[in-house]
Structures are given as C-alpha cells and as structure tokens.
C-alpha cells in the first residue's frame, strides 16, 4: 500500500476522530472487514455544494427485491408511469439474495383446497394470521412463479439477470444507491418522497401520485445473517407521517454461520450453490423462538440448532405447539400448553426443500437469533385496510416483509411462503397504486415541505460535533440483541432496555453526525433502528401473553380472552407513540 500524502493522512486522521478515537475506530472498521483507506474514498462534504433533482411520476416504488419487482411490472402493465428507487442494487439487496425457496400452490396437484390450506395455516399460527392475506398469497403464488420462470429467475443463484429482463423490457427506470429518508404527505396523502445518493452527491425529491414501499423488514445489523442494510426505513418513514404500523411484539429465530452467514449449507454443513426452487404445501410450526428457549434454559447453544442439524435437548415449559404439529415434528403426541418445545429431526441433507430436513440455506446452523430484530417475515410493518395492500394514509401502499399482512401470521408456516407473498404482493400492490394514481391530478411538493425535509436530510452533515453513528449502532446492538431481552422476555428487563433506548432516543439521534454521504445513510438508518426498538419493547411490554414468536417467562400462557388481537402502533398528535388492539381477521382497521 502506498504512503499516504498529508493531505490524505489529515483526512484519515479527521475521519478517525469522528469515528470516536482512533483505536475503537480502527478496531471496529478491522471488526466488519472494512479497510483503513476507506476513509480516503469517502470525502467530507459540503453541505453547500450538494445538488438537488426533481423527479416526477406517477407510481414510485421504493426497493428493488421481489415485492419491488413485482410492484413496478405489474403497474407499468396497468398503464402508469413508474420509477424504481432503492438504496441497493436490483435483485441484489436486502433479503432477496438468501432466499432460496418460493412457494408454489397448483390446485390440481396439492391434496388440500385454498380454503383447507388457510384453516391449517390459521391453527398453526394460533389465529394471528390474516385470512385474506393467506388466502391471497396461495391462489396466485403459481401465476407468479411461471412468470418468474419466463424471466429466468430458476437459472441462478443471482438474481440480478432474472430482475433486470421484465424491467428493461418495459424501460422502467431504476435509481440505485439512493437512500430514501422520508415520504411526503401533503394535504393527508402522499404526494411522494426524498432523499439522497450516495454516489453524486445530490438530493432527490420524488413528486408521485402513490408510493409503494417494498423495502423490507429490518434487524439491528446482527452478525450472520444477511439483512445488515435492512433497517426498518420505511417502516419508519411511514410512521412519521401519520402511517399505522403493526407486529413489533413478534420476533424471526432465523439461525445463522458466523462464516459466509449468506451462503447456502446442506444438512451436513458444507457450503454449496444453489438455485432457487420451488415448494409444496407442507404447513409447519417453526418457531425460531423455541431454540432460544433452549439456550436460555440450558446454556450451550453450539450443541442444539434448527432442524437438519441435530436433536435439542428436552426441557419442561417453553413456546405452545398446537398437538399436531408437535408429532409432525417427531415429538411425542399429548403435549400441552406450556410444554417441553418439539424435537428435530435427525442430521441429514434437505430433502428438495420437504420433508424433514432443514428449510432451504439452514442446514448446519446453530442456535437462532441471528436476524435478531426482524418480526416473522409478513408479520410486522404497514397496517392494511384492505386485501389490497393499502395502508392508512391515501396513495401509500406496501408489499413484502414492508407490509403488517399476517400472510402466515406470527409463526413459520410454510416454507417459500415468504418468497411467494413478496411476488403476490407487489403485483397485487403495482396494480391497485397504478388504479389510484389514475385519479389524482398532478402533484406539487410546496416550497415550504421541500425545505423542511432537505433541512431535516442533512441536520447530520451540518453538526460541528456529535455522535457517529457507527457508535450509537454498537451501543443499540448491546441493548437490544441479547437472547433475553428480544426473545425470552419478561417485563423488568424490557423496562430496563427500554430506558436505555429511550435515552439513545431523546439525546443521541438529535446528536447523530456524519461527514459524508456514507455516514450520511447510516446516521438515518441509526435513527430508524432506535425508533424500531422502542416500538418492540413497548409492544412486547404490553402483550401480557406468550404467543407463537412472542415468549414472556412472567406470562407463558396464552390468553385468549385478551389478545386475539394484532397490536397496532401510530403516532399520536403530541408526537408520542400509540397503541391500540385490532381484533384478528377484521377490517377496517
């Protein structure tokens, strides 16, 4: 490596200072791979000289993963115009690279009806599934997957090929690299969004008819697993304007490697490439949360793991299993609420994604909590008013892991299920935002909100002092990730985090600095993870029972007179965050 000049080391040494002290910067850029000339390729900015564009369209779909796909055709094809915009890559961010498994539900083949699929589902999801949602996604998974065929989608391991046919073919554009920090309502709709590249160094305004945030769920960046650039953003950002968000209470037990935490293992652990593939009915009831029951009890949990990776060890109390589902899973019949957690299956291979061998890319893990901070994927972020993908706010729709649908309720259901709903859902989503947009005239951001969220963009680029964000991350990540407060929870310990995320809330996130367009997204993202902790705590507080993905040692049993409810949260007119229950399977909200 070349010696640095001075003005080089100069920067290097600001950098380092920003990043609070040279020798936890060093150690935590060493930590994440990351090389020390990072710094150098990463400018300080003047806030002065960044560029503004304004960009107009009809439909603005922000994420570029499955439901973002789906979301962009299907509303290109209904007759609107359509921008794509995400902070990553197309068919390359996010979640969308790890899965493996999709879904596929062909009534001439499958031995139960829709409507048999949805029953078994609700008993296994113990009621907190949305019917419709279910339903929705099951009925048109197969049309989606013979698309996703024509496109190529089965010939890889990377999407990016698959993804970019239907887009160029109908000469979508897509804007990458493009970090959205907020949605813009105006007269109680959306009239679109903003935000900022990374690249260019500019602003970006989005006037649009309807938005629809296809980007995913989000976690506190925990090692191992592949959701490090999901952080809830808009989730977040739809909260701020007034948006009901719902699932926070629920908790994904995704086990993970602490090497290549991406890649695909088969049952005996060896890394291997694979292509995506289809799955059959096979409704289950994976937890996630049971394994961390496991470790919490017993300690030890390099030697208990998900199914395909060995036999858990027995232990009295733990996560309610409905009895069937405890025999499917090998485990004596007659178990009864509070009971010992289901075995797993014995050592082996997958079985083409059936059977008992581990979901597809899980073989050989160990114990789960890896996704720490992401809700079972479907069950966690807009509230929707209807089967269209709707959220409260007029002209805001969402789809995926964005989008509080209960499709498999707060449990693992069924495997590739998450894949499919992502597809259904932006198709489902790109059609009804193409359908509103059609009766809204053009749109006009005033002067006075695009001053408002350009200021509230770059407040971090303009602090003389503060905190880095990298910093306020790591501190989070300590509060909010250990196995006993995000998935064997009781109320003083949620208190006790609470407190803490409180603090980071009311005195850090105002101090959040960056001095480029890097640290830029990460001070947002910061933001939006403190924001989603205390939605969590507060949500977890309140649900005095044990359901599915939510275990409370002070409240283990179910309680069905009180909490056959989903738990929305909005934010009130004082800026204070609010609860109310919405009864299962109701509409409206």
Known sequence: MKKPNKKQEMSRRKFISLAGGAAASLAAMSA???PVDWALNNPEIDVDSLNTDKIKTDVLVIGSGMAGLFAAVKAHDAGAKVIMVSKGRLGASGQTPFAKGIFAFDPEKENLSLDEFVAKVSRSALGTNNNAYTKQMAQHSLTRVNELKEWGFFDSSLYNKSFSKPIEERNIPVQERITITHLIKENAKVVGAAGFSIDTQKIVFYEAKSVILCTGAGGFKPNGFPICDLTHDGTIMAYNIGAKVTGKEWNDGHPGKSENAAACYDGWGDMFEQKPSTTGVEIRHDLGVDMNYVAYKNGSPLKMGPPGSGEQTDVSGGPYTPEEFTRQNDTPPGRKEGGRPPKRGKGGPPKGGKGEGAPPGMGGSIVGGSSAGMAIHKSEGLVPINDQCESTIPGLYAAGDALGSYMAGAIYTQIGSSLAGSAVQGGVAGEAAAKYSKNIKSVNISASKLKEIEEG?????????????????????????????????????????????????????????????????????????????????????????????????????????????????????????????????????
């Open 32 to 34: 994440i791979g990351m």
């Open 457 to 589: 963009i770059l407040t971090p680029l303009k602090l003389e002092a503060g905190y880095s964000p990298a910093w306020v991350t790591q501190t989070l990540q300590g509060i909010m990730i250990p196995n006993f407060i995000i998935y064997i929870k009781k109320e003083n310990l949620l208190k006790a985090a609470l407190a803490y995320v409180e603090e980071l809330r009311d005195h850090h996130i105002p101090m959040l600095r960056a001095s480029n367009m890097h640290e830029l997204r990460l001070a947002h993202e910061t933001k939006n993870m403190i924001i989603s902790a205390e939605m969590k705590l507060k949500a977890s507080i309140m649900r005095t029972e044990s359901r599915c993905s939510h275990y409370r040692l002070d409240y283990p049993e179910m309680d069905t007179k009180n909490w056959q409810v989903w738990l929305n949260i909005f934010k009130g007119e004082d800026g204070t965050m609010q609860f109310e229950k919405q009864p299962f399977n109701t509409w409206p909200v």
